[in-house]
């Protein structure tokens, strides 16, 4: 059975560090690509960044270019969103899914429960 769980959401400080996990079960860790979503209150989900199933390429949108990295780490079947530098605009529910490459939502066909992270000013 394929599950994404991610973890380790909290409220910050604008300007602190956090690292949210997505752990992958089910065999999709090596066949499938992992992407970051988010989704503000009242703003549609968007895309945050993605990695591929080989962990050496890396794509992220504008806003966090710079700020965020994706890593992994293939013994415990987990990939990482490390965010520095955190803004209040950053302030969303955050989901890890498994998929194409690709920035829209109709290309992950496997989705986390999302992970809530909350920046203050």
């Known amino acids: 059975q394929v599950q994404l769980v991610e973890t380790g959401g909290g409220l910050v400080q604008s300007g602190d560090s956090l690292r949210l996990s997505c752990a992958a079960s089910?065999?999709?860790?090596?066949?499938?690509?992992i992407g970051w979503f988010r989704q503000s209150p009242g703003k549609a989900r968007e895309f945050v960044g993605i990695l591929n199933r080989n962990g050496n390429r890396s794509e992220y949108s504008d806003s966090v270019r710079g700020r965020f990295v994706i890593t992994r780490d293939e013994a415990v079947s987990t990939v990482y969103l490390q965010m520095n530098n955190l803004k209040p605009e950053d302030t969303a529910v955050y989901y890890c899914?498994?998929?194409?490459?690709?920035?829209?939502?109709?290309?992950?066909?496997?989705w986390g429960q999302g992970t809530q992270v909350t920046v203050s000013p």
């Open positions: 899914a498994a998929g194409r490459w690709d920035y829209r939502e109709d290309g992950f066909e496997y």
């Open positions: 089910g065999g999709i860790f090596s066949t499938h690509h």
